[in-house]
C-alpha cells in the first residue's frame, strides 16, 4: 500500500469529486438500509393482521423515517398497509438506484481523470529520459508501464475505492442497526467473520506476490511482440516465423500458467467468502428460529429473523467483493511500485539551473575530451582535441566504432563528455539551455527514423509551426527527394509506414535529410547520411548542400571520401583519436592513413564499374 501514497496528489487534485462521491455512496446506502427494516414492519402487520400478535408498538430500534412512516401507515389497515410498505420498498429501491448512478458519476468519472493525468505524467517522463536510460530499457516494457501498469492503477482509484467505501458505509449501518434490534442475535451472524478476515489477509499477500510476478512475466511478452513487429521484415527473410512463434509460445505459456494460477486462487476465494456469509445466514435462521420459538425475545421475533436475514444477504455482496476490492488494491499497488521505479527515475542529462540563452554562430571547441558509453564501459573518445571555426565545412572520416556518432552525440548534449570540455562560441555546452541548444542544430542521425505520417508533416517535424508549403518543397528538392515524393499518388500527404517501411532506404534517408534543411540553422550535422543512396544522387545532393550550407558550420560524418564536396577540414578518427587533420590535398600529399582509406575507395569503384 505504500506505493500507492504517490497518487494521493490526484485525490487531492480531484478532491470535490470524490467527496462528492463518498457522500453519494453514504446516502444510496442509508436508503438501502430502511428496507429490511421496512420489511420488518410488514411482517408485524401480517402476525397482527392474523391475530398472532397483539396491538402495534413503537420501534426505537428502527430509523427515524421508518418511524414516521409507520406512524403514516398505522391509519390504515389490513392488506392496505402491506400495500403501502411494498410501494415504500420500491420507492427507496429507485432513490438507491439514483444516488448510485450519482456515485458512479464521481468516482468511476474521477478515475478516468487520474488515468489521462498519470498517462501524461508518464509520457512525459518518457521524453525527458536520457538517451542512455533507452539504451538499457526495451520498448516494451515501457509500454506496459503506461498502458497495463496505468489501467491497473486506474481499477484502484476508481472500482477499489468505490466498493471499499461502500463495504465500510454499509457494514457500519448494517452493524448499527442489528445491533440496536438485538446485540446477541448480531453477535451470533457475525462469528464467522474472524474467519474471512484471516483468510483475506493471508490470501492477499500470495495475490500480490503473484501480480507482481505476473506483471513482470506481461511486460516481457509485450516486449517479445514489439520486437517481432518491428523486425517482420527480418523475421521472414531468415525465415524464423516458427522460432519466434516458438519463442512467443514459451513466454505466453508461462504468463498464462501464473495468470490461471491467480485465477484459481481467486475462484476458490470467492466462493469462500459467500460459504462464510451463508454460514451467518443459516446461524441468523437456526438461533433466531429457536428464540422465536422459545418466546422469551418478543412476540415480533419473526420480524427481526426477516430483517436479519435481509441484512445478511445485503452484505453477502460487500463482503464477498473484499477479497475482489483487496485483490485489485494489491494489484495496483504492484504496478504503482513499477511506476514509481521509473517515475522515480532522473535524467542525467538535464538544464542547469540558470541556463544561458545564446543565439549560435558556430564556432566549436572539443577541449580535451574524453568519453566512455555508461552502459558498455567503451571508452569512445580519448583527448579529443579540435576546433572548428564558424562557418567552415569539416568531414569526420574514420571506420565503425572509430567514434564518429559519439562526436555528434554530444554536440547535441544527448550525453556529456566523461572529461574535458564542449563549447560554442566560448559558451559551454553543460551551462547552455538544452532546447534552445538542440533548436538552433540540426542533425540527420546515421538510423534513419521516419514517423507513420504524411511526407510533409515527416519533413517539417523539427518546426515549431507548420511551415508553407514551398518551404517543404524547397528542402525536399535540396534532398533530391523532389521529383520521387511528386511521383507518389498523394504526393507530400502520401501516408508513410511504420518507421518508414513503404519507402526505400534511399528515400527515408533523403527524407530524413529534408527533415533537417528544413530547419535552417547554423550548425548542421549529418552523421554518415549518403550511404543508401547512388552515386549519381550523391552527387546531386553534394552538389545542393554546396549551396545550402553556406557561411553555416557543417560537420559531415562518414565512412567515405567525398570528392566532389570541398571540405576546409578532413579529420581522420581512429580509436577515439585524432589520427591526421588537413584539406583533401594535404592529406592525400602526406601519403598516410587517409591516402590508404582514398585508394582504397578508388579501388573498390574501379572494380564496381568494371562489373557494371
Known amino acids: 500500500m505504500k506505493h500507492l501514497k504517490a497518487i494521493n496528489k490526484y485525490f487531492w487534485k480531484y478532491r470535490w469529486r470524490l467527496s462528492l462521491g463518498i457522500v453519494f455512496i453514504i446516502v444510496s446506502n442509508y436508503f438501502a438500509i430502511l428496507a429490511p427494516q421496512v420489511t420488518g414492519y410488514v411482517f408485524e402487520v401480517v ?7 397483539g396491538p402495534a408498538k413503537n420501534h ?18 389490513g392488506m392496505s398497509v402491506v400495500a403501502l410498505c411494498g410501494i415504500v420498498i420500491l420507492i ?27 498517462k501524461n505524467e508518464v509520457f512525459q517522463h518518457y521524453l525527458k ?45 448494517a452493524l448499527y442497526y442489528m445491533i440496536k434490534k438485538d446485540g446477541e442475535l448480531t453477535l451470533y451472524v457475525l ?9 483475506i489477509y493471508m490470501v492477499n499477500n500470495v495475490i500480490h506476490k503473484r501480480s507482481e510476478h505476473i506483471q513482470s512475466l506481461l511486460s516481457d511478452l509485450t516486449t517479445n511482440a514489439q520486437q517481432s513487429y518491428s523486425g517482420i521484415r527480418v523475421i521472414k527473410s531468415f525465415v524464423q516465423e516458427e522460432a519466434m512463434y516458438g519463442f512467443f509460445d514459451r513466454n505466453s505459456e508461462e504468463y498464462k500458467k501464473n495468470a490461471i494460477g491467480l485465477a484459481k486462487m481467486e475462484a476458490i476465494y470467492f466462493p469462500s467468502m459467500t460459504l462464510i456469509i451463508g454460514l451467518s445466514t443459516l446461524c441468523t435462521i437456526l438461533i433466531g428460529g429457536i428464540y422465536a420459538i422459545k418466546g422469551n425475545h418478543g412476540e415480533n421475533y419473526v420480524s427481526t429473523i426477516a430483517e436479519f436475514v435481509m441484512y445478511i444477504n445485503m452484505l453477502t455482496f460487500p463482503v464477498s467483493a473484499i477479497g475482489w476490492t483487496a485483490s485489485m488494491i494489491q494489484r495496483a ?51 579529443f582535441n579540435l576546433t572548428i571555426s564558424k562557418g567552415q565545412k569539416v568531414a569526420i572520416i574514420g571506420h565503425t566504432g572509430s567514434g564518429k556518432t559519439t562526436l555528434a552525440q554530444l554536440l547535441l548534449r544527448m550525453y556529456d563528455p566523461t572529461s574535458g570540455k564542449i563549447s560554442i562560441d566560448g559558451v559551454g555546452l553543460a551551462t547552455m539551455d538544452l532546447q534552445q541548444l538542440r533548436r538552433q542544430m540540426t542533425y540527420v542521425p546515421q538510423d534513419v527514423f521516419l514517423f507513420s505520417d504524411t511526407i510533409a508533416n515527416n519533413i517539417s517535424f523539427g518546426l515549431n509551426e507548420t511551415p508553407p508549403p514551398a518551404r517543404v518543397e524547397q528542402a525536399a528538392r535540396f534532398a533530391s527527394v523532389e521529383k520521387e515524393i511528386q511521383g507518389f499518388h498523394g504526393g507530400y500527404a502520401t501516408m508513410v509506414g511504420e518507421r518508414g517501411v513503404t519507402l526505400s532506404g534511399g528515400q527515408k534517408q533523403r527524407i530524413s535529410i529534408a ?68 584539406t583533401h590535398n594535404d592529406l592525400l600529399s602526406r601519403n598516410g592513413y587517409y591516402t590508404y582509406l582514398y585508394e582504397q575507395q578508388q579501388q573498390e569503384r574501379e572494380e564496381t564499374t568494371e562489373e557494371d
Open 191 to 199: 462469528a464467522p467473520l474472524p474467519i474471512l478476515a484471516i483468510t
Open 60 to 77: 426505537p430500534e428502527y430509523d427515524w423515517l421508518v418511524n414516521w412512516f409507520i406512524g403514516f401507515a398505522q391509519q390504515y389497515q
Open 92 to 118: 427507496l429501491a429507485l432513490i438507491r438506484g439514483i444516488f448510485m448512478f450519482f456515485m458512479r458519476q464521481t468516482i468511476i468519472v474521477m478515475s478516468r481523470h487520474i488515468e489521462y493525468d498519470q
Open 47 to 53: 402476525q397482527r393482521y392474523l391475530g398472532k400478535t
Open 515 to 582: 527533415r533537417a534543411l528544413v530547419k535552417d540553422p547554423q550548425i548542421v550535422l549529418f552523421d554518415d547520411c549518403l550511404s543508401a543512396v547512388d552515386a549519381k544522387t550523391e552527387k546531386e545532393i553534394l552538389g545542393n548542400l554546396g549551396l545550402f550550407l553556406k557561411d553555416k558550420t557543417a560537420i559531415i560524418i562518414t565512412h567515405r571520401i567525398f570528392t566532389l564536396f570541398d571540405f576546409d577540414l578532413i579529420v581522420v578518427i581512429e580509436d577515439g583519436a585524432i589520427k591526421e587533420m588537413g
Open 129 to 173: 529520459l536520457d538517451t542512455n536510460f533507452y539504451k538499457t530499457h526495451n520498448t516494451g516494457d515501457l509500454m506496459s508501464r503506461i498502458s497495463e501498469d496505468v489501467s491497473r492503477v486506474r481499477m484502484f482509484t476508481g472500482p477499489a475505492i468505490m466498493y471499499l467505501i461502500n463495504l465500510i458505509t454499509l457494514i457500519g449501518l
Open 333 to 383: 499497488s504492484a504496478s504503482q511500485k513499477r511506476l514509481n521505479e521509473f517515475l522515480d527515475t532522473e535524467p542525467v542529462i538535464v538544464n542547469p539551473a540558470q541556463p544561458q540563452a545564446t543565439e549560435l554562430k558556430g564556432h566549436i571547441v572539443f577541449d580535451h575530451v574524453d568519453f566512455v558509453y555508461p552502459n558498455t564501459g567503451i571508452h569512445a573518445l580519448k583527448q
